[in-house]
């Protein structure tokens, strides 16, 4: 039986006893009007019975009222054989418990003689012994025993027929309870199969993604390349669901847990709104994040988790906003030593939810209207599965809203609290004045915290033109914030009348991630200091500030205005690359080299930022997280198809070796460096790449540098092509490692300090991957650690994590644990020796 049958088998049975009451409120009205004293007891263990119910000519025979006997307040229970001697009653209650009427009379002074006659009948119900007493005086009452025997039998009835009723409906709730139980533990069995069979589920798909990935890097026609793109687009849509309900299922069966790992709030906020924002600023909507300079930053938690539970929220207050602004708030709601309690929002301006159905939305495949799955899409998983955690992280979830006003969703998280760091706040720019000018009061009052919080005094203005009125009569300013997008006058108007009055003020320019094109090249040509691209995050805002006024607080002259007009041998550079050492390498030898260097974490993120600014050189990683370098570069073509321009892009991979030129022709790539990066050849390569130049696809000289950077490569062997020609490979080359980075103490200490700090989240990360089998994770790390260890000339290390990158690659984890034991050996190794590259970093040449 289901619980359905179950439930209407008990509303069935709540009906029969419903109707049986209703009969017993007749025998009631009966009873109320016979000439005859009507009491039932409750019999007690030791005598101590009590009074549950009388008629009213019972309590007349002892000369009260029915209320005032019934009533326990203020006088001694009646007892049952009241109206008996004393020397009597014992032989009387031992025949009743025996299960026997008793019959008798008694006489008793009540105002004058009063004779009795009474009759005692015991029964049981729910396991609890009950005696019903008829009394009547005798005179006058002996022409009406046959009604008296005639009510006895209704009253005999009326208590088989309750007797009978009470087993039927404890019959049916236990059976009801069997049924639910039956179905709870069938729900649990099918949430705890979807759970085991995450593995089997997971690993075709990633078997028909991998492979997928694997074809597109071979020679394909346009029309292949097209169909297999779209397979893998579909393929991650439905790894997506497939996780979603996964995930669902594991929290159905209890086997869903959080992993807590220290991370930085602050950045894990502003990473998951810029994934967001230009989504956001397509629909024509603010996005903005505040984060009070009392939250702690540095926290203990499961930052992934999080994220998913505020990517989740934010994708909703999109999905429904049309206008205004979506704002994600981060409170303090608790903080200890080593404990702390956040309260999240998300407030939109959307269309808001019926306060019917706020309850609802909370609930699994449930939305708060049916046709809602069929205008915005979506499974109604998302906030149930957020629900869930939410409670995991102890804390507690809900919505406030009004239909057409728009949303806002609260929840709670109890986090632990890392060791206590201080957020910068350099001293050097304490009391700086600053203008801000942003339409958007939420952007401009986020700005001025920011600002205040960082020590400058902030002015915030609505509009361009209440800007210009304020530098000419509340001046001067360090440099000014300006939204690009303002009516009447927006900020790149009034660059240009600051142009014409020729002012030295300094001017951040504050961009969308969807703006018009052009934007960033339009702040070149006006000589803006800088942008900022919205949601404004503080540690960005802080490093354009000190980019800006340097170190001592005096504000920089723009660069624009100030430049002269001769060639310039220095480019506008987007590297891609996700490693946080060679980010580091990489922007080292570029900045000595004069370049500006935009950095992108990831393929997605640089593709994003090259359809927004200008750039003359791309340098483009190859594995990356959420888009690798060939997908990368294939979008950027795609953007330049429609642009009608070309930018060279250049591949770096430890890959390097005879062979890879066609592949990187073939993914739309100019050319292609080795890992780790060897400063010398990267110059030259991006000499000889420059706008100045003519692209490597057009000009067969441009091989010679693909060619001679083999060469080089093969003279002097990377940790990945080298060959073992001694017993015991050298652990850390330390005069390549110090070569590599020009024997520069500042920068050999700060790599060797990011990579000890880096390293621990990977190997956790790896960990993760291992456990969950996701072989592209496992690809993936172990490809990362690898060239992060590379740069050091570590070439057991490298090795060590070259052998994890194959197996992930291969989906071959037999020996997985085996492996990664020696990847974690061989890094306990290097610590050491990375030290002692400090060391020797700092010793005098000779």
């Given at each position: 039986?289901?619980?359905n049958e179950a ?6 049975c709540?009906?029969e ?5 209703e ?5 009631r ?6 000439f005859?004293?009507y009491?039932?007891f409750?019999l ?6 009590r009074l549950?119910q009388?008629n ?6 002892l ?5 005032e006997?019934?009533?326990?307040v ?9 109206h008996?001697?004393?020397?009597e009653q014992p032989?009387?209650r031992?025949?009743?418990?025996g299960?026997?009427?008793?019959l008798g009379s ?7 003689r ?12 729910g ?10 005086e005798?005179?006058?009452?002996r022409?009406?025993?046959r ?8 009253i005999?009835t009326?208590?088989?027929e309750?007797?009978a ?10 059976y009801?309870?069997?049924?639910a ?10 949430s705890?199969f ?8 997971r690993t075709?798909m ?5 492979m ?5 890097d071979t020679d394909?026609?346009?029309e292949?390349?097209e169909?297999?793109?779209l397979v893998?687009?579909s393929?991650?849509a ?5 996780n979603d ?12 847990e959080l992993?807590p790992i ?6 894990l906020?502003s ?14 909507i ?14 203990v938690?499961?930052p ?10 934010i ?6 906003t ?7 708030g981060?409170?303090?709601?608790y903080?200890?030593d080593?404990k ?5 929002s998300?407030r939109?301006?959307?269309i808001?939810i019926?306060k ?10 449930s939305q708060a ?6 205008k915005y899409?979506g499974?109604g998983?998302g906030l149930a599965?957020c ?8 804390g507690?979830?809900?919505?406030e809203?009004?239909l057409?006003e ?12 890392a060791?206590a760091?201080?957020?910068p706040?350099p001293?050097?720019l304490a009391g700086?004045k600053v203008?801000v000018a942003?339409?958007?009061?939420t952007?401009?009052e986020?700005?001025a ?6 020590g ?6 609505s509009?361009?033109a209440?800007a210009?009125?304020m530098?000419?009569s ?15 006058l927006?900020?790149f ?11 030295p ?5 504050l961009l ?14 006006l000589?803006?200091?800088g942008?900022?691209t919205?949601?404004?995050a ?6 354009a500030?000190?980019t800006?006024v340097?170190?001592?607080g ?7 205005r100030?430049?002269?007009a001769e060639?310039?041998?220095h480019y506008r550079i987007?590297?891609?690359e996700d490693?946080?050492v060679?980010q580091k ?9 004069g370049?500006?260097t935009?950095?992108?974490s990831?393929?997605?993120i640089?593709?994003?930022l090259y359809?927004?600014g200008?750039f ?11 888009m ?7 979008a950027?073509?795609?953007i330049?198809?429609?642009?009608g321009?070309?930018v060279p ?19 739309g790539?100019d ?14 390569l991006?000499?000889?790449l ?15 540098v693909?060619?001679?950077q083999?060469h080089?490569?093969?003279?002097v ?7 073992e ?7 850390l080359d ?9 024997s520069d103490?500042?920068l050999?200490?700060e790599?060797v300090?990011?990579?000890?700090t880096?390293?621990?989240g990977?190997?956790?990360e ?28 570590a070439?057991p ?12 690659r291969?989906g071959?984890l ?6 990664l034991?020696?990847?974690l ?5 290097l610590?050491?020796?990375l030290?002692?590259?400090?060391e ?7």
């Amino acid at each position: 039986m289901t619980r359905n049958e179950a439930a209407a088998e008990l509303a069935a049975c709540q009906a029969e006893l419903a109707t049986l009451y209703e009969r017993t409120a007749s025998y009631r009205l009966m009873m109320a009007h016979s000439f005859e004293g009507y009491a039932l007891f409750e019999l007690g263990e030791h005598g101590d019975d009590r009074l549950v119910q009388c008629n009213d000519r019972y309590a007349a025979l002892l000369g009260r009222s029915r209320e005032e006997l019934l009533s326990p307040v203020g006088r001694r229970p009646l007892q049952l054989f009241w109206h008996a001697p004393a020397e009597e009653q014992p032989r009387w209650r031992s025949q009743l418990l025996g299960g026997q009427p008793t019959l008798g009379s008694s006489s008793r002074i009540q105002g004058g003689r009063l004779e009795l006659e009474w009759r005692v009948i015991p029964f049981h119900s729910g396991g609890q012994a009950f005696a019903l007493e008829v009394a009547r005086e005798v005179s006058g009452w002996r022409s009406a025993e046959r009604e008296v025997a005639e009510q006895r039998e209704a009253i005999a009835t009326l208590q088989q027929e309750m007797e009978a009723a009470a087993l039927q409906y404890q019959q049916a709730i236990e059976y009801a309870n069997q049924m639910a139980l039956a179905a709870e533990i069938a729900n649990a069995s099918k949430s705890e199969f979807l759970a085991n069979m995450s593995h089997e589920i997971r690993t075709p798909m990633n078997g028909i993604i991998g492979m997928t990935e694997l074809a597109l890097d071979t020679d394909l026609s346009t029309e292949q390349r097209e169909y297999l793109t779209l397979v893998r687009s579909s393929a991650d849509a439905l790894l997506t669901l497939i996780n979603d309900i996964l995930d669902f299922s594991k929290i159905e069966a209890g086997k869903l847990e959080l992993d807590p790992i220290e991370f930085g709030l602050r950045q894990l906020l502003s990473e998951t709104t810029s994934t967001l924002a230009v989504r956001c600023f397509e629909k024509g909507i603010e996005l903005a994040c505040r984060i009070p300079p009392e939250v702690p930053d540095k926290l203990v938690g499961d930052p992934g988790r999080l994220r998913q539970i505020i990517t989740n929220l934010i994708g909703n207050a999109v999905k429904f906003t049309h206008e205004g602004e979506v704002l994600l708030g981060a409170d303090l709601e608790y903080v200890s030593d080593d404990k702390v309690a956040l309260h999240f929002s998300v407030r939109d301006s959307g269309i808001g939810i019926p306060k019917d159905k706020q309850r609802l939305i909370f609930e699994a495949f449930s939305q708060a209207d049916g046709s809602t799955t069929r205008k915005y899409g979506g499974t109604g998983l998302g906030l149930a599965i957020c629900t869930q955690l939410v409670e995991l992280m102890g804390g507690e979830i809900w919505v406030e809203s009004e239909l057409g006003e728009g949303s806002t969703f609260h929840f709670t998280a109890h986090l632990g609290r890392a060791a206590a760091s201080e957020l910068p706040r350099p001293a050097a720019l304490a009391g700086l004045k600053v203008l801000v000018a942003d339409d958007n009061s939420t952007q401009a009052e986020i700005a001025a915290e920011l600002l205040g919080d960082l020590g400058l005094d902030p002015l915030v203005v609505s509009g361009g033109a209440a800007a210009l009125q304020m530098i000419e009569s509340s001046g001067p300013f360090a440099f000014a914030i300006l939204d690009a997008q303002m009516p009447g006058l927006d900020g790149f108007a009034v660059v240009e009348r600051l142009n014409e009055m020729d002012s030295p003020l300094s001017v951040l320019m504050l961009l969308t991630p969807a703006g018009p094109r052009g934007d960033a090249a339009r702040c070149r040509e006006l000589g803006v200091s800088g942008y900022l691209t919205k949601p404004l995050a503080r540690a960005e805002l802080l490093n354009a500030i000190e980019t800006l006024v340097g170190t001592d607080g005096e504000a920089r002259p723009s660069n624009s205005r100030a430049r002269p007009a001769e060639t310039r041998a220095h480019y506008r550079i987007l590297l891609a690359e996700d490693n946080a050492v060679n980010q580091k390498v990489a922007l080292r030898i570029l900045d000595k080299a004069g370049h500006q260097t935009t950095v992108a974490s990831n393929g997605q993120i640089a593709v994003e930022l090259y359809e927004q600014g200008e750039f003359e050189i791309v340098l483009m990683d190859v594995q990356m997280p959420e888009m690798n370098g060939y997908e990368a570069t294939a979008a950027i073509r795609a953007i330049e198809a429609a642009r009608g321009t070309h930018v060279p892009v250049v591949a770096m991979t430890a890959h390097a070796m005879k062979g890879d030129r066609e592949n990187c022709l073939q993914a739309g790539m100019d050319d292609y460096i080795s890992k780790p990066i060897d400063a010398e050849a990267l110059l030259r390569l991006i000499a000889t790449l420059g706008p100045e130049v003519e692209s490597a696809a057009d000009d067969d000289e441009s091989g010679a540098v693909m060619v001679e950077q083999m060469h080089a490569t093969e003279t002097v062997p990377d940790a990945e092509t080298a060959v073992e020609v001694e017993d015991e490979p050298v652990l850390l080359d330390f005069a390549v490692a110090l070569q590599r980075f020009d024997s520069d103490p500042e920068l050999v200490a700060e790599l060797v300090d990011l990579f000890l700090t880096e390293t621990p989240g990977m190997l956790d990360e790896l960990r993760q991957g291992i456990a969950g089998r996701d072989m592209k994770a496992v690809e993936r790390i172990g490809h990362t650690i690898k060239g992060a260890v590379g740069n050091f000339a570590a070439q057991p290390a490298f090795e060590a994590a070259h052998r994890i990158e194959r197996m992930g690659r291969a989906g071959e984890l037999d020996d997985i644990e085996t492996a990664l034991t020696a990847l974690l050996d061989e890094l306990e190794r290097l610590e050491p020796a990375l030290q002692e590259l400090i060391e020797r970093s700092t010793a005098p040449v000779t």
